[in-house]
């Protein structure tokens, strides 16, 4: 699965900030405790048969490979002025308040890019199926949306920022 490395990474500034955050300790703090504990396994002897190192080698490499996605991630990153957000119609960035008829429950999502996208958390993805469908509506605007399940139907009630 090869990743598009040319794509914009659309962010609100929170989920820039906190990609920046992690970046910096990764660069930090957690490469120095990984070279630490290199340091402890190399002085255990025979590197052939020492697992301590083996662990230590593969936490590294995992170290720099998620260090250099989140250097890119930053790199590519487009902030989204979530001050400029229409209230209109659903963007990026927009806040929503929708009425599930299937569940006949209010929820709140926030549209997020790909990057930041935490469903647990209200924040959902542009590109996954509900963000998709939600994406251009109004308030009043009853969106079906095609989930595994089946479809969804879904009324837009509020938007804001």
């Given at each position: 699965m090869e990743e598009n490395t040319s794509k914009e990474i659309i962010l609100t500034q929170e989920g820039f900030d906190k990609l920046e955050e992690e970046l910096e300790l990764l660069k930090t703090t957690r490469r120095k405790e990984v070279a630490e504990r290199l340091k402890v396994a190399i002085s255990f002897g025979d590197l052939s048969e020492n697992a301590e190192y083996d662990e230590a080698k593969k936490e590294q490499a995992a170290l720099e490979e998620r260090i250099i996605k989140l250097e890119n991630m930053v790199r590519k990153a487009v902030i989204i002025d979530e001050s400029s957000v229409d209230l209109d119609v659903i963007t990026i960035g927009s806040i929503v308040r929708i009425y599930d008829e299937d569940f006949d429950e209010e929820v709140e999502y926030?549209?997020?890019?790909?990057?930041?996208?935490?469903?647990?958390?209200?924040?959902?993805?542009?590109?996954s199926p509900v963000g998709k469908s939600l994406l251009g509506s109004k308030i009043g605007d009853v969106v079906e949306v095609n989930v595994p399940d089946g479809i969804i139907k879904l009324k837009v009630l509020d938007i804001k920022r």
């Open positions: 926030s549209i997020v890019g790909s990057a930041e996208a935490d469903p647990y958390n209200g924040k959902i993805s542009n590109e």
